[in-house]
Nanobody, 121 residues
Framework: QVQLVESGGGLVQAGGSLRLSCAAS????????MSWFRQCPGKEREFVAA????????YYADFVKGRFTISRDNAKNTVYLQMNSLKPEETAVYYC??????????????WGQGTQVIVSS
């Protein structure tokens, strides 16, 4: 079992930036594939970005390519999501989760509380 705690959300104006953090517990964290997801108001949870265990391979949803960057620091048991050029429609609760190779868009662990991001226009 891995425990995940998201943080770093907040209020930001359109075009601004935020960096989200996902702190994880567990001695095997460095071997986990991780993804970020988000749930916009009135919409289903959707995949945002994924990263492999070593951090040398990343995958992004088309709508964030070139603007968001996923990274990880295994020494700190933490995954990050740097979000630049944020748009009002990206207001959402952002979540992280453990994922399986080849299924980056399916969280297999328990869902936490997420962190709220509000982008003002």
């Amino acid at each position: 079992q891995v425990q995940l705690v998201e943080s770093g959300g907040g209020l930001v104006q359109a075009g601004g930036s935020l960096r989200l953090s996902c702190a994880a517990s567990g001695r095997t964290f460095s071997r986990f594939y991780m993804s970020w997801f988000r749930q916009c108001p009135g919409k289903e949870r959707e995949f945002v970005a994924a990263i492999n265990w070593s951090g040398d391979s990343t995958y992004y949803a088309d709508f964030v390519k070139g603007r968001f960057t996923i990274s990880r620091d295994n020494a700190k048991n933490t995954v990050y999501l740097q979000m630049n050029s944020l748009k009002p429609e990206e207001t959402a609760v952002y979540y992280c989760n453990v994922v399986r190779y080849g299924n980056w868009d399916v969280g297999i662990g328990s869902w936490g509380q997420g962190t709220q991001v509000i982008v003002s226009s």
